[in-house]
């Protein structure tokens, strides 16, 4: 004969399993989502161009960013990461990637952003070559990502949802 | 609980899940929120909870019958034969 404590146990296993998988169907219909992203950023000016001490060369930026983040949101989104990297090539680095600001956006009404903003991090090229290299003028070579972060975190939120994440990229 | 409510229950845990899992899923995709699919469901856990677990009295609407004391008298139960051992045997398994 099933006990009180038997019963229990068995609702719950179940109740957990039936979770699981109703957040991985939530998850699944995520595949079929294909947002439409607007972005733009430009250099509104240098604040600041200095040769550091170990040789490196230290940029601070203002930059005027405007974008259009509102697709990228689905019913299973909990927040979406954006942030800003300059990607660009001396005569030492082929490629060098330099991520200058982030921001979290963390639900649909804050998906539309324009923005100045100044660098949150440091740019900083290696070599200090940069003042020979023009890196002013391979600027219009900056990518965006996006990641679209779900979920993942079992214990904070105590939901046993497996997500994905996400990456796009728009190239301007 | 007797054997017919057991089963019973089983089968309404069972279903209630799955029926809350479904009815929580298809509300959260239409509204577009992930929150009132788990609001749903929790909800639903929570009925079937107080549904299935405790001893309601309607799982045992066909009660077992347990033999009455004075007839299990007529049927004692079989004493242990009182066996003499030696004590080293007790080793050997």
């Given amino acids: 004969m099933h006990s009180v404590l038997y019963r229990l146990n068995t609702l719950i296993t179940l109740a957990g399993f039936l979770l699981a998988v109703m957040c991985s169907l939530a998850s699944f219909t995520d595949t079929f989502h294909v947002p439409s992203v607007t972005a733009h950023a430009e250099v509104l000016k240098v604040n600041r161009f200095r040769k550091q001490l170990t040789g490196n060369d230290e940029v601070s930026l ?7 983040l509102r697709s990228t949101f689905t019913w299973n989104t909990k927040q979406v990461f954006v942030f800003v990297a300059a990607e660009y090539e001396t005569a030492k680095n082929s490629l060098n990637q330099v991520s200058l600001w982030d921001h979290i956006i963390q639900d649909k009404g804050h998906a539309k952003l324009e923005a100045q903003i100044t660098n949150k991090y440091p740019f900083i090229d290696q070599f200090g070559k940069s003042a020979n290299t023009n890196m002013y003028s391979a600027k219009p070579y900056m990518w965006e990502a996006i990641f679209v972060v779900r979920r993942s975190n079992l214990f904070s939120t105590g939901i046993l949802c497996p997500r994905q994440v996400k990456q796009l990229k728009t190239r301007w | 609980m007797d054997w017919q409510g057991q089963k019973l229950s089983e089968q309404l845990m069972q279903i209630l899940l799955v029926l809350f899992a479904t009815v929580a899923f298809v509300t959260g995709y239409l509204m577009g929120s992930f929150q009132i699919m788990l609001f749903i469901y929790a909800a639903g856990v929570i009925l079937t909870t107080l ?21 299990a008298e007529h049927y004692p139960k079989p004493q242990p034969v009182a066996s003499k051992k030696k004590p080293t045997k007790q080793y050997q398994k």
């Fill in chain 1, 62 to 68: 203002t930059l005027n960013v405007s974008m259009n």
């Fill in chain 2, 51 to 71: 549904i299935t677990v405790p001893n309601w009295p309607f799982f045992n609407r066909h009660p077992l019958q347990w033999l009455d004391p004075i007839e």
